[in-house]
């Protein structure tokens, strides 16, 4: 390494979070990256970090739920650098927390629209361009819930499930053209999402760190680095995969 030179990276969601880890991780691979999220100022804060540190990197406000959106997010990356070679499609929202009939129909609607839609119109936009470079790979972002079901987050865990679904069929319609197609399944891992339902349950940290073999939460450069590997050739053979990645707690 830095095995990513001369490469680009799509991350979604890298104003803060898990993908603001995976966008440094891929800039300090080499790669320059597009940081596609909806917050600006986070956003540019991201890119001078990566500048700063010697990377490479440009901000796109971007919604991903929006098809306009995720096709001109791509063309930040054809145009500014030439291609796209990996997309981390990670932007993602927790949404109101209620039981499945309170759920109130627009919540279940926007988080289906940015989780899952948002996953499906960053594939549609990027794998195109990937198949004419001559190939690529792509992660999603899922979750441990979208392997087990979790009490009063039904759209989410809905949302996550569907994620692995698009990712494994992508994997089996474009591997043999040289796009992989895989997806990371984090369990609590400590960003801004997980700070703010700890606002709501305030032991949450504490109890989930407890129910962890490792016995605590993650940080997120440990997705990021993940997915950044997903990528990479060491990761040739694996596609259709969604990796687990929480400590044990799902064991
Ligand atoms: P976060 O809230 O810290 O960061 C998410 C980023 O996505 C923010 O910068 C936000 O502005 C951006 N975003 C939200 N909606 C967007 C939209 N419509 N278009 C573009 N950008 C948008 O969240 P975190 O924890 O970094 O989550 C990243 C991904 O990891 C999400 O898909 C989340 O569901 C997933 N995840 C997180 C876990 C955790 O414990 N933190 C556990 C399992 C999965």
Do not use: H
């Amino acid at each position: 390494m830095p095995e990513f030179d001369d490469k680009t990276a799509i991350v979604t969601g890298a104003s803060g979070g898990i993908g603001e880890a995976a966008a440094k991780r891929f800039a300090a691979e080499g790669a320059s990256v597009v940081v596609a999220d909806l917050k600006v100022e986070e956003g540019e804060a991201t890119v001078a970090d990566i500048e700063d540190a010697g990377g490479e990197a440009t901000f796109v406000e971007t919604d991903v739920s929006d098809p306009a959106d995720a096709g001109a997010m791509v063309d930040v990356a054809v145009d500014t650098y030439g291609g796209l070679d990996f997309a981390f499609n990670n932007a993602g929202i927790e949404g109101e927390r209620a039981a499945t009939s309170d759920q109130p129909v627009d919540n279940f609607e926007r988080v289906i629209g940015v989780n899952l839609k948002g996953v499906f119109l960053g594939m549609r936009a990027e794998i195109p361009v990937m198949l004419d470079d001559g190939g690529g790979a792509v992660v999603n972002t899922s979750s441990i819930a979208g392997r087990l079901g979790f009490p009063e987050i039904s759209p989410y865990v809905a949302s996550k499930f569907g994620v692995i679904g698009l990712t494994k069929t992508a994997a089996l319609e474009y591997s043999g053209e040289g796009v992989r197609v895989n997806a990371v399944c984090p369990g609590v891992i400590d960003t801004p999402m997980v700070q703010r339902s700890q606002d709501d349950d305030p032991e949450m940290m504490e109890q989930t760190a407890a129910a962890t073999p490792i016995g605590r939460i993650g940080e997120p450069a440990e997705i990021g680095d993940a997915a950044v590997w997903l990528c990479s050739e060491d990761a040739s053979f694996v596609t259709g995969e969604a990796m687990t990645i929480d400590g044990g707690y799902t064991s």
